[in-house]
């Protein structure tokens, strides 16, 4: 059995949380590999709605031993509060685990994300808030606190003072806030340790074991291409790799052993927060999608900014990440549109390119070139067969197809788990 990726292929809530409980279901491990809280994973299965921020999103299928990869960043608070409503609701917890090597997100992580963006005035990211970006940075800075680190409660407490005696000063000289406590951060800490203990290991070894034994591993990736912090729309990205590549480093696992790479792809696209969308409508088509598909943030509440399905950025992730397969998420919410648009170029300063630019300025500046498609409008929520779909559908999924010049194997027509239309296999 293989190891199989599944990759945000746009800018994120492309739906992976969805394909990964379908999936988890023929696996034996799930291992989440980058990002932190400002993910929300959207499940809805036989146990009721959830929204995952940090638990990978097979917990809900019997004996699938669940991962918090090394590449997470986890904030202690939202973590066991997820795993508590979890356990409230009937989900076993006992299978998952956390990477010893995984950074934790500090009370001043939180703080340094909304000075920052404050600071940033009309230049804000749009971030989410939560403290990821400005945990990444420590990690990379050799200022980070790992979940190892809770497990030895003199060693934190020393590196916490030598960190917390430096951000104090950042906090008080350059932003002009109070101070944080070491006594209460600490205090906290060590309580969030007590309840984390028996969750943290060292996981390579854990993943190993699976991979030798042959077992189905799916790597659960956070955010989306467009996002990456190399080959997203620098500088309104996330700061880690939600590409396949991330899923390698943030996991512990050589890239030999993933054997296919599924980028999730809506039928359409969003993007929350700040940075360009050269296919984003800002009109009455664009507040339909919004409203039908409920495009607000999982973890912010904030309105996604949605528009036509954007084929150059598409092939761009497909080829940066190596998709073998894709999915297409949320087919059913375009069952009402009489004409549907694909974005297949670019107009650059009157040029026509069919790349995706890595200037954010340059992709400010491209006007979409499109090509139209007829509707099929009628509604797809409870087809479950290919050939079953309205002939438009069809030709809406093979035109993705040979544009992103990837097989699309499975195709989402409704939150459930169950409304899934598995066109080729997957695994
Ligand atoms: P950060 O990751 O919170 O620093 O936010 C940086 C950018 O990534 C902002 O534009 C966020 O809206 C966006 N972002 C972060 N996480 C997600 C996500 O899970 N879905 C969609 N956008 C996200």
């Known amino acids: 059995m293989p190891v199989v990726a599944i990759i945000g292929a746009q800018w994120g809530d492309e739906g992976k949380g969805k394909v990964v409980d379908l999936l988890a279901q023929q696996a034996k491990m799930v291992v989440r590999f980058s990002g932190g809280d400002n993910a929300g994973h959207s499940v809805a299965n036989p146990y009721g709605e959830f929204k995952l921020h940090l638990v990978p999103s097979g917990i809900f299928s019997p004996r699938v031993v669940c991962i918090i990869g090394n590449g997470v960043v986890i904030n202690p608070v939202v973590l066991i509060d997820e795993i508590e409503q979890l356990n409230k609701r009937g989900v076993d917890t006992s299978r998952l685990f956390i990477s010893d090597r995984a950074h934790l997100i500090m009370p001043y992580h939180i703080l340094l994300d909304g000075l920052e963006e404050e600071a940033r005035g009309g230049k804000a990211l749009g971030t989410t808030r939560k403290g990821v970006g400005p ?3 420590d990690k990379a800075a050799r200022l980070g606190i790992r979940t190892g680190d809770l497990l030895d409660k003199e060693a934190l407490l020393e590196r916490l003072r ?11 000289k350059i ?12 205090a906290q800490y060590c309580q969030y340790a007590g309840y984390l203990a028996p969750y943290i290991r060292e996981t390579t070894t854990m993943i190993d074991e699976a991979l030798n034994q042959g077992k189905l591993i799916l790597l659960e990736g956070a955010q989306g291409a467009l996002l990456d912090p190399d080959f997203g729309t620098y500088p309104y990205t996330t700061s880690s790799s939600p590409l396949a590549g991330g899923g390698c480093l943030g996991a512990g696992l050589s890239p030999t052993k993933i054997d296919r790479i599924l980028g999730v792809f809506k039928a359409y696209c969003t993007r929350v927060g700040g940075g ?9 088509t664009g507040d339909l999608i919004r409203e039908r598909a409920h495009e607000y943030g999982t973890t912010t509440g904030r309105p996604r900014r949605c528009g036509w399905f954007d084929a150059v950025a ?4 497909t080829r940066i990440n190596g998709f073998t397969g894709a999915v297409v998420t949320r087919l059913d919410i375009l069952d009402i549109m009489p004409r549907l648009k694909i974005c297949v170029g670019y107009e650059l300063d009157g040029k026509s390119i069919d790349y995706f630019p890595g200037s954010v300025a340059a992709l400010a500046r491209c006007q979409p070139v499109y090509e139209e498609l007829p509707g099929w409008q009628v509604p797809t929520s409870d087809i479950r067969d290919y050939d079953q779909l309205p002939l438009q559908a069809r030709q809406y999924i093979s035109r993705l197809e040979e544009l992103i010049s990837c097989p699309v194997s499975l195709i989402c027509v409704g939150p459930e788990r169950e ?3 598995k066109r080729t296999p997957i695994l």
């Open 135 to 137: 945990a990444f940075t």
């Open 162 to 172: 030598f960190i917390l005696d430096y951000k104090n000063v950042i906090l008080t």
């Open 175 to 186: 932003y002009g806030v109070s101070p944080l406590s070491l006594d209460e951060v600490y």
């Open 276 to 284: 360009p969308m050269p296919t984003e409508l800002k009109d009455e």
């Open 314 to 317: 598409a092939r761009f992730s």
């Open 419 to 421: 409304q899934a239309i």
